[in-house]
């Protein structure tokens, strides 16, 4: 029953929102302790809404600025390479000049699907980079629980121009990661697997691609066996499996300075 109009006043938003049940996303809401997150529904459509990733020989490239001279250089260089290392110091643009030279790859038919491994804070920085250098592209993040991981894996493979994850979780997934070919993939920071024995640097060098880009802006240490591990993943092949622990620092100098790869 109602109150009569005398018994009735009118509350303050305040007040109005206090008896109000909580709005809740579906990434805030909590499962029991104990069990994983059901798969999003969206999720599960999505890749089925989305049409096959694509090829585009259209117009020239827009730009939403303008690159500098070095720049441009670095652009043209690494989509000119199949194996690549783009070591510069912090704030020179690696990551818009990996992106452009990507676009340039699909516009040009040579590639449609890459692999962007990163560590998990510049994931989201990825993602905002992608969406203003690269807007024609679909991008993926992979991400959640290890059953929406093992989808997403599956599921984007052909769908999305660009897969962003990040070390600890390729690690974790490589088995759903493997069954992949990519046509490219890029190792920001590619310093974190420089110590060639730990199991991140043996599952980022075991990703099968056509192309592999480094991308560091860290120094790397006087020790040979860091330089091998790297070279082993942008190079498969270039190091035999024993010089990664019995380095010969003056055959190291020798085999990378023939190749053109910085």
């Known amino acids: 029953k109602t109150l009569p109009p005398r018994y009735r006043r009118k509350l303050t938003p305040k007040q109005s929102n206090f008896f109000k049940p909580p709005v809740t996303t579906p990434s805030q809401r909590k499962t029991p302790t104990g069990q994983q997150p059901r798969l999003n529904l969206f999720e599960l459509c999505l890749p089925i809404l989305l049409p096959p990733a694509k090829t585009d020989s259209g117009s020239d490239l827009v730009m939403p600025g303008t690159l500098y001279p070095f720049q441009n250089f ?8 199949d194996s690549a290392l783009l070591a ?3 704030g020179t643009g690696k990551t818009i000049q990996a992106i452009t030279a990507f676009r340039l790859l699909v516009r040009q038919g040579k590639a449609i699907q890459c692999l962007i491994i990163c560590p998990k804070s510049v994931v989201s920085s990825w993602r905002q980079h992608l969406k203003e250098w690269a807007p024609e592209l679909q991008v993926a993040t992979v991400g959640g629980s290890k059953d929406a991981r093992q989808f997403q894996w599956a599921a984007y493979t052909g769908k999305v121009h660009a897969i962003v994850t990040n070390y600890d979780l390729l690690r974790n ?3 759903s990661a493997a069954k992949h ?3 490219l993939v890029i190792a920001d920071e590619v310093s974190n697997i420089k110590n060639h024995g730990s199991q991140t640097s043996q599952v980022v060098r075991k990703v099968q691609a056509k192309r592999k880009w480094g991308m560091t802006g860290t120094p790397l240490e006087n020790r040979p066996e ?4 790297i070279m082993s993943f942008i190079k498969p092949g270039l190091f035999s499996h ?4 019995h380095v010969d620092p003056q055959e190291v100098r020798e085999k990378i300075g023939l190749l053109n790869l910085f």
Not at 74 to 81: D, S, Y
Not at 226 to 229: C, F
Not at 242 to 245: C, S
């Open 181 to 183: 070919v990519f046509d």
């Open 242 to 245: 024993e010089a990664l622990t």
């Open 173 to 175: 997934d490589f088995e």
């Open 74 to 81: 670095g652009v043209k260089w690494l989509a000119e390479h």
């Open 226 to 229: 860091d330089v091998v591990a």
């Open 88 to 90: 510069d110091a912090p």
